[in-house]
T-cell receptor, first 113, second 114 residues
Framework: GENVEQHPSTLSVQEGDSAVIKCTYS??????FPWYKQELGKRPQLIID?????GEKKDQRIAVTLNKTAKHFSLHITETQPEDSAVYFC????????????FGKGTRLHILP | DVKVTQSSRYLVKRTGEKVFLECVQD?????MFWYRQDPGLGLRLIYF???????EKGDIPEGYSVSREKKERFSLILESASTNQTSMYLC?????????????FGPGTRLTVL
């Protein structure tokens, strides 16, 4: 079955700098890669996703890149702000009827003042 | 606006008790999921269901069972609670039979087993 590895487990960046979180997946058939953000005490929420037919997607300060050959994908946050402090989960899925999303273990991002 | 609700935010039970965690979604989603979240271990899938009365084991089903009698409701059952089941439990739902549907999470139930 699918396995998703996420690095680093903890990341501290100065406010205004960029943050990068990297994930790898094992099942080459996976075709959907969402990223979830979980703020302290709240539920995980989707912030951006990418499909296997796209190499990069951007939404304001966040972007995701996908390298299907290497089976890895990354989340990039530019001009980080205090509200970016949270746990981020990457995930991979093969979207079919019996579909489940496999999550990485999460990255705790700290934005330092 | 999708809503996934869980019956309790906090629950304290004793070892050996039978525990029911309820999850309800209001968007007619086919797929529903139960995860547990522990520090450093991320979101681990316990069970999921892609239709009424259907269930599939996830990665850590031992000690748990589920029930899906109605499409909108997915229950997680701890037959005999143990201290190692102290955790945050998250329910989620997602529309099926269509690709790339967003998965929505409930607010979570923090269960403590004494």
């Amino acid at each position: 079955g699918e396995n998703v590895e996420q690095h680093p487990s903890t990341l501290s960046v100065q406010e205004g700098d960029s943050a990068v979180i990297k994930c790898t997946y094992s099942d080459s058939a996976s075709n959907y890669f969402p990223w979830y953000k979980q703020e302290l005490g709240k539920r995980p929420q989707l912030i951006i996703d990418i499909r296997s037919n796209v190499g990069e997607k951007k939404d304001q300060r966040i972007a995701v890149t996908l390298n299907k050959t290497a089976k890895h994908f990354s989340l990039h946050i530019t001009e980080t702000q205090p509200e970016d402090s949270a746990v981020y989960f990457c995930a991979a899925s093969l979207m079919n009827r019996d579909d489940k999303i496999i999550f990485g273990k999460g990255t705790r991002l700290h934005i330092l003042p | 606006d999708v809503k996934v609700t869980q019956s309790s935010r906090y629950l304290v039970k004793r070892t050996g008790e039978k525990v029911f965690l309820e999850c309800v979604q209001d968007m007619d989603h086919e797929n529903m999921f139960w995860y547990r979240q522990d520090p450093g271990l991320g979101l681990r899938l316990i069970y999921f269901s892609y239709d009424v009365k259907m269930k599939e084991k996830g990665d850590i089903p031992e000690g748990y069972s589920v029930s899906r009698e109605k499409k909108e409701r997915f229950s997680l059952i701890l037959e005999s609670a143990s201290t190692n089941q102290t955790s945050m439990y998250l329910c989620a739902s997602r529309g099926g039979l269509a690709v790339y549907n967003e998965q929505f999470f409930g607010p979570g139930t923090r269960l403590t087993v004494l």
